[in-house]
Antibody, heavy 123, light 111 residues
Framework: EVQLLESGGGLVQPGGSLRLSCAVS????????MAWVRQAPGKGLEWVAT?????????DYSDSVKGRFTISRDNSKNTLYLQMNSLRAEDTAVYYC???????????????WGLGTPVTVSS | QSVLTQPPSVSGAPGQRVTFSCTGS?????????VHWYQQVPGTAPKLLVY???NRPSGVPDRFSGSRSGTSASLAITGLLAEDEADYYC???????????FGGGTKLTVL
């Protein structure tokens, strides 16, 4: 059974940092691209970042987080990370990690999702 | 404002058929990018409903079906059930922006 479990969310002041983790099981982690998707309170889904499979994974970020967030993966620990720096109020959201599926970028979809971890940026 | 446009709400009575539209452009759906659909019951994580425009993951009833044409896509639900009440999101890939994109979501109310 595929499982994704996020952790590391919480309350942080504007300008602060937070590192999210996503522990996965039930599939060969090294073979799949992974992503973070967020959802602000009462709003829709927003793609945040993607990292492809393999050691030198290709990485992409949404413009809203580029330069502030860093996605990474530890294949030895079956864990995905999101380092979030210079946090702003508008980063407040539930953050989901997701397993990507598909052959090429234009086919990729978010196959399995974690339960999400809430992040609140407020003073 | 989302790159993919969805109507904010749709409603239908139990047993009826409802459809959800997702309108994109020539840099995403019109460029050949696949469209995928997710169901999200409030307070829970999204769940994949349709992938690759028309395919259903195992466990998703055949009451749910997807289609794509030109720069738009649609999701249809037949035999509406009370448990279908949720938010529905379309998703694709924008080749011009090189980003994965979601529609703003459509809230389904079962009357």
């Amino acid at each position: 059974e595929v499982q994704l479990l996020e952790s590391g969310g919480g309350l942080v002041q504007p300008g602060g940092s937070l590192r999210l983790s996503c522990a996965v099981s039930g599939f060969t982690f090294t073979s799949y691209a992974m992503a973070w998707v967020r959802q602000a309170p009462g709003k829709g889904l927003e793609w945040v970042a993607t990292i492809t499979s393999g050691g030198g994974g290709k990485i992409d970020y949404s413009d809203s987080v580029k330069g502030r967030f860093t996605i990474s993966r530890d294949n030895s620990k079956n864990t995905l990370y999101l380092q979030m720096n210079s946090l702003r109020a508008e980063d407040t959201a539930v953050y989901y990690c997701a397993k990507l599926q598909g052959h090429m970028f234009h086919e990729w979809f978010f196959h399995y999702w974690g339960l999400g971890t809430p992040v609140t940026v407020s003073s | 404002q989302s790159v993919l446009t969805q109507p904010p709400s749709v409603s239908g009575a139990p047993g009826q058929r409802v459809t959800f539209s997702c309108t994109g452009s020539n840099s995403n759906i019109g460029a050949g990018s696949d469209v995928h659909w997710y169901q999200q019951v409030p307070g829970t994580a999204p769940k994949l409903l349709v992938y690759g425009n028309t395919n259903r993951p195992s466990g998703v009833p055949d009451r749910f079906s997807g289609s794509r044409s030109g720069t738009s896509a649609s999701l249809a639900i037949t035999g509406l059930l009370a448990e279908d009440e949720a938010d529905y999101y379309c998703q694709s890939y924008d080749t011009g922006l090189s980003v994965w994109i979601f529609g703003g979501g459509t809230k389904l109310t079962v009357l």
